[in-house]
């Protein structure tokens, strides 16, 4: 059974840093590419960058909204996904998901249950 | 970037109505088009993707169409278990955009 669960969401202060984490299972992880994707309070999806899988050397895409800021990574000893988000911003607050793409193919097949990030002063 | 319109953003309907949603792109995506359903506080939950084929374990009464600009999705009957917010995103080029929403809520 494919899971996905988020972690490190929490209170930050704007301009503060952060770093979620996506635990995968169930599925051979350094085979598929991974997204991120966040939901504002009350609004709908945004999706925030992507990691390539192994055969494709891991490359990222990223939002425009957080080019520069967050980083995406990686680490498929661990099966993880991680998302580094730099100089937060209070438009940044929302629940953030992590998502799989099947393999040979780039929409999103399972999501994870998300993680909040609250960016306030 | 390519904008994605869906319409409308909300509608009200019975159960056992056949309901339609739409959803534009602002320029040609082929078919990497896919449909997502969000109940309240889950997680969003793929129904469609390459606009017409069905997720495993989605049943039949869900389906899409569509190639291009103009996509659809459709509820043969809808059922209580139907009402929810749905969404479609384009996956044709970078960045991966999602259309605002449609809200389907009981009449």
């Known amino acids: 059974e494919v899971q996905l669960v988020e972690s490190g969401g929490g209170l930050v202060q704007p301009g503060g840093s952060l770093r979620l984490s996506c635990a995968a299972s169930g599925f051979t992880f350094s085979d598929h590419y991974m997204d991120w994707v966040r939901q504002a309070p009350g609004k709908g999806l945004e999706w925030v960058g992507r990691?390539?899988?192994?055969?494709?050397?891991?490359?990222?895409e990223y939002a425009a909204s957080v080019k520069g800021r967050f980083t995406i990574s990686r680490d498929d000893s661990k099966n993880s996904l991680y998302l580094q988000m730099n100089s937060l911003k209070t438009e940044d607050t929302a629940v953030y998901y992590c998502?799989?793409?099947?393999?040979?193919?780039?929409?999103?097949?399972?999501w994870g249950q998300g993680t909040l990030v609250t960016v306030s002063s | 970037d390519i904008q994605m319109t869906q319409s409308p953003s909300s509608l009200s309907a019975s159960v056992g109505d056949r309901v339609t949603i739409t959803c534009r792109a602002s320029q040609g995506i082929s078919n990497y088009l896919a449909w997502f359903q969000q109940k309240p506080g889950k997680a969003p939950k793929s129904l469609i993707y390459d606009a017409s084929s069905l997720q495993s374990g989605v049943p039949s009464k869900f389906s899409g169409s569509g190639s291009g600009t103009d996509f659809t999705l459709t509820i043969s009957s809808l059922q209580p278990e139907d009402f929810a917010t749905y969404y479609c995103?384009?996956?044709?080029?970078?960045?991966?955009?999602f259309g605002g929403g449609t809200k389907v809520e009981i009449k």
């Open positions: 998502a799989r793409s099947p393999y040979s193919n780039y929409y999103s097949d399972y």
């Open positions: 995103q384009q996956y044709k080029s970078y960045p991966l955009t």
């Open positions: 990691s390539r899988n192994k055969a494709n050397s891991y490359t990222t």
